[in-house]
């Protein structure tokens, strides 16, 4: 029996400058050969066509699997779009509904010659019993479980097979309710999400049942691959395998473990070939198999190549309480710069190849090299990690819990024990992933109390919480994957939270391991307020999605900012009423007579206020990393919430619903450069850190020039000589009382001019160009409306737009509706009068479509 190659095996995998997303990749094909006394697998696939009956049977329809119940109705045309207007309340009624799903099939090979016949399935969504020929075969209820059933005994030639599901609202609330000795918080979400009660109570994608940035679209379904397998004498189930370095020899050893099915009733002998063709490395061993279910480890020397390897550093910092939290991959520390994926639909059927390698190309083009896959969402489809694989994209890698406390009586532990043995399985030869962590904000809130538990109580909560994630899921991890570190929550105090029996009485200290920070009251133009913390994992501000994007799933009388449909959609509490106060507080608030002007410019101030309220977040962790300032700093990891949308609604991603790029997004791409100069005013002294994510030292210049609102001729420049940035540092480079420098520049005020900023190196490498306001923008004097035109060519497969100002204009923002593609830059100041940016278009367009659709937009335009 041969085996295929598994996809993405163990490449030697490393950031490579100067783009810290891109890797070098070199894929390993590696065979596993059983020679011996066996009979082969012949396998039969159950994708395809099934039919769908609502609960009471007065609803029958065809479906398709992998899919859901929702799509099967929308293919039929018997719902909307789920996602249009309110139709996540009109269509509650189908995840309360129990469908069945079922088909008629005949095998076409001889059932009677095989040993063993079993049916697999990769993924049910959840709650379901599975009968072959009217006999019950088994259960399931876990989404994120890969199911076996043995089958030999009922199947036929010609068979019919369904699968009865429950609720998953209903059966969580069942669950919920046998849980007697005491209640399992939260009950349910806030009522600003629209969702579903007790989620905590069952096995499927968390945020399936409303998020504060998603709907509630519980879905059944077999929402992964279905197969019948046969066969004889034995069969390989499934092999793993890990990379172990030897100290005493110097040397890597490839770890395999193969799980075989014996179906002989005596002891099966046989001759295992492991070859590796691209190393020019085969071994073979001889080993004997005894009857059912045994598992066979093996060790093979690899020479000549190297693996990625992970270490997480928690160690004494020189000046600082407390320790280090940052990750060396091969050896060498790396600065995590990235954000937080979510689910990317509802229905895991819409997600595409073409979807994920979208989104995440869009990762690295926008220079991140981390995303954390959060806990509330799914375990990614397998094409997802060989994408991240590929495009040198680290993984911190959730199990799937979020914000919540959970059960642990014997089934649930059980289930998610499976769960946890099969993920580890399935994921660890990703060399993307980088680290296990247990759940999503579960350590916070217990011991802050998101949920007001009585102080009586707390030992029964922490106890269960420790026997979750610590003597459950982490023995797991430890057992299956030694190449990786695991820690038990984030945020998470790391080591300290072990040594206060995995739980710190503040999980927010920023002397420990990562925190998650959210502040929309503050000035989020005062770096102050930020924490100067280890490691920062989730912090950042919402924004609404283009009107091009909610357009598709609204009518006129929505589209005002407070219409019934944009109240629907804000599933955080106040959330337009943050994002308002922060945008106010440095800019003029839209002031069109029009209704529908205004809601326009609403949605354009709210992406500029995102994007600079996470700009000068990010500028602060980034220059954060080389200095310990109070006791606090040595900052290596920056992952803004969040990277995606699940829906067209207002959130904190940076790509909208379906990959559209933000004006975050294109923040990102400067602030996340390789090479980044870094200005903010401490004390009224304008300062400039360099910021360096490459791979060797640089001897740089700075050129600092100030420019007045009221002219598109430079005011004045100054460049200063040569420093030298080591690989992965921030230093100073230069500072100057804000009085001395506008005294210099011929008198400027504060309201009148703005400094932009660059970095140059011996050859020739430039920095983006940064730029810092010197007052609010509300308070800018000279600021004219600049008259911007556009002349669009084609190049090649690409697109120019040749732009001309009459005027500076602030976070100038070009848009082409929904044509699908993104610029070479956007969002910018433009303080010269011409400059050329690139379109980059998805699928193919023209020049005529896109002149029919562009629009140009400068903060002036909106007053």
């Not at 029009?594 to 949605?603: G, Q, V």
């Not at 290596?636 to 991603?653: M, R």
């Not at 669009?792 to 923002?813: C, G, R, Y």
Request: with cysteine.
């Amino acid at each position: 029996m041969r085996v295929p190659s598994s996809p993405a095996i163990l490449p030697f995998w490393v950031p490579a400058a100067p783009a810290p997303g891109m890797c070098l990749h070199l894929l390993l094909l590696l065979a596993l050969c059983w020679v011996g006394p066996i009979g082969g697998t012949r396998t039969y696939s159950l994708q395809g066509r099934w039919k769908i009956r609502s609960g009471n049977g007065s609803l029958e329809l065809p479906g398709t699997t992998p899919g859901c119940v929702h799509s099967a109705l929308v293919r039929q045309g018997l719902i909307q779009d789920p996602y249009y207007r309110f139709n996540d309340l009109n269509y509650r009624w189908i995840s309360l509904d129990n469908w069945t799903y079922s088909k008629k099939f005949k095998i076409p090979f001889d059932i009677c010659k095989w040993q063993k016949v079993k049916l697999i399935f990769e993924g049910v969504d959840t709650v379901a019993e599975i009968l072959l020929n009217k006999v019950t075969i088994g259960k399931t209820d876990n989404m994120f479980n890969r199911y076996s059933f043995d089958i030999t005994s009922v199947v036929r030639n010609v068979n019919y097979i369904e699968l009865r599901f429950q609720s998953a609202v209903l059966y969580a609330a069942q669950q919920s309710k046998a849980h007697t000795r005491y209640q399992v918080p939260p009950n349910c979400p806030p009522l600003e999400q629209k969702g579903e009660c007790h989620v905590n109570f069952i096995r499927k994608e968390q945020c399936s049942f409303s998020w504060d940035w998603g709907p509630s679209f519980p879905t059944q379904g077999i929402w992964k691959d279905v197969r019948i397998e046969a066969y004889n004498i034995c069969h390989l189930t499934y092999f793993t395998f890990s990379p172990v370095y030897d100290n005493s020899a110097q040397e890597w050893n490839l770890e395999i473990e193969s799980s075989f099915d014996v179906v002989s009733s005596k002891p099966v002998g046989g001759r295992v070939t492991v070859a590796i063709p691209k190393l020019q490395t085969q071994k073979t061993y001889s080993i004997e198999l005894q009857p059912e279910k045994r598992i066979v480890k093996l060790l093979v020397k690899i020479n000549k190549v190297y693996f990625r390897t992970v270490e997480l550093v928690e160690e004494p910092i020189e000046g600082s309480p407390g320790l280090s939290f940052y990750f060396k991959i091969n050896g060498f520390p790396i600065f995590l710069k990235g954000s937080n994926w979510i689910p990317a639909d509802s229905f895991q059927d819409r997600v595409t190849s073409d979807l994920l390698r979208l989104l995440l190309q869009s990762v690295v083009d926008a220079n991140m090299n981390t995303l954390r896959v959060w806990g509330g969402g799914i375990y990614e489809q397998d094409e997802f990690y060989e994408i991240c694989d590929e495009l040198g994209i680290m993984i911190w890698q959730d199990f799937m819990f979020a914000c919540a406390l959970y059960p642990t009586d014997k089934s649930f532990l059980n289930s998610v024990r499976a769960e946890a043995a099969y993920q580890i399985r399935r994921l660890k030869s990703h060399p993307s992933i980088i680290i296990w962590s247990g759940n999503n904000e579960n350590e916070a809130a217990l011991m802050k109390n998101w949920f007001d538990i009585c102080p009586s109580d707390l030992q029964t909560y922490i106890n269960d919480y420790v026997i979750l994630y610590v003597k459950n899921i982490r023995e797991i991890v430890l057992a299956g994957d030694k190449t990786r570190p695991f820690i038990t929550s984030s945020p998470t105090n790391g080591v300290e939270s072990i040594t206060e029996g995995w739980l710190s009485a503040n999980p927010y200290d920023t002397h420990f391991g990562d925190i998650h920070f959210y502040d929309y009251v503050s000035d989020c133009w005062n770096w102050e307020v930020f924490p100067k913390a280890r490691f920062v994992s989730e912090y950042g501000y919402q924004s609404w999605p283009s009107f091009s994007t909610l357009e598709k799933v609204s009518s006129k009388e929505d589209w005002s900012y407070t219409s019934k449909f944009s109240l629907h959609r804000q599933h955080h509490p106040n959330g337009t009423d943050e994002m308002l106060h922060q945008a106010g507080l440095h800019f003029k608030l839209p002031q069109s007579t029009d209704p529908l002007r205004t809601f326009k410019d609403t949605i354009y101030l709210t992406q500029v206020m995102q994007a600079q309220c996470v700009k000068t977040e990010t500028e602060f962790y980034l220059r954060s990393r080389s200095e310990i300032v109070d006791g606090e700093g040595h900052t290596w990891g920056a992952l803004y919430w969040q990277l995606n949308d699940i829906w067209q609604a207002p959130s904190w991603a940076s790509l909208e619903y379906g990959g559209k790029w933000k004006m975050l997004h294109y923040f990102a791409q400067h602030f996340f450069a390789p090479l980044l100069p870094v200005g903010f005013e401490n004390h009224d002294v304008f300062c400039v850190y360099g910021v360096s994510d490459l791979r060797s030292d640089h001897r740089v210049t700075l050129t600092v020039r100030v420019h007045t609102w009221s002219s598109l001729e430079l005011l004045c420049s100054h460049v200063t000589g040569y420093f030298v940035i080591k690989a992965g540092e921030a230093i100073l480079l230069y500072n100057e009382p804000v009085t001395e420098l506008l005294r210099r520049c011929r008198s400027c005020t504060r309201q009148s001019c703005v400094v932009s900023f660059y970095l140059s190196t011996d050859n020739g490498l430039l920095s983006p160009t940064n730029y810092h306001f010197l007052s609010s923008l509300k308070e800018a004097v000279g600021l004219q409306k600049a008259q911007i035109t556009a002349t669009i060519s084609q190049q090649n497969d690409t697109f120019a737009f040749d732009l001309e100002t009459s005027a500076v204009a602030p976070f100038v923002w070009l848009d082409v509706g929904s044509i699908p593609g993104r610029f070479s830059d956007n969002g910018f100041l433009m303080t010269e009068k011409t400059r050329t940016i690139l379109f980059y278009p998805w699928k193919p367009t023209s020049k005529k479509e896109l002149e029919h659709s562009f629009h140009v937009t400068s903060l002036t335009d909106i007053y």
